[in-house]
């Protein structure tokens, strides 16, 4: 059973940092890349950034680039999200998930149990 756990969020102030972390189980996680998606309140979930495990090739969306650090540790299967220098308008509910991810997209794997459950990221002005 694939299972993906995020934590890491919480209230942060608009220049601060966060660290998110993606726990998975379940799959061969060194095969694999990992999206980080993000919600904001009425509006449609977008991807934020991605990961290769097996190469360690990594993917950001322009609002974030310079500010997000996507890593993993493949040794204890997690992903991390590590946000600098965030802004109101980074906050949303953050989500992981196994995905497929090139330069020009993200593209989850179908079936719900690929998703976690999320984590809320708030920034305040």
Same mark, same amino acid.
């Given at each position: /059973? ?12 608009? %220049? %601060?940092?966060? $660290? ?7 799959? #061969? ?5 990992? &999206?980080?998606? $993000? ?5 449609? $979930?977008? %991807? ?9 090739? *990594?993917?950001? /969306?322009?609002? !974030?680039?310079? $500010?997000? *650090? ?8 997690? !992903? ?8 109101? /308008?980074? @906050?949303?509910?953050?989500?992981? !998930?196994? &995905? ?7 593209? #989850? ?9 999320? *984590?809320?990221? @708030?920034?305040? &002005?």
């Amino acid at each position: /059973e694939v299972q993906l756990m995020e934590s890491g969020g919480g209230l942060v102030q608009a %220049g %601060g940092s966060l $660290r998110l972390s993606c726990a998975a189980s379940g799959l #061969p996680f060194d095969r694999h890349e990992i &999206a980080w998606y $993000r919600q904001a309140p009425g509006k449609e $979930r977008e %991807g934020v950034s991605c990961i290769s495990n097996r190469d360690g090739t *990594t993917y950001y /969306e322009n609002s !974030v680039k310079g $500010r997000f *650090t996507i890593s993993s540790d493949n040794a204890k299967n997690t !992903v991390f999200l590590q946000m600098d220098s965030v802004k109101p /308008e980074d @906050t949303g509910v953050y989500f992981c !998930v196994v &995905a497929m991810c090139y330069d020009g997209g993200y593209y #989850p794997l179908t079936g719900g149990e690929y998703w976690g459950q999320g *984590t809320q990221v @708030t920034v305040s &002005a």
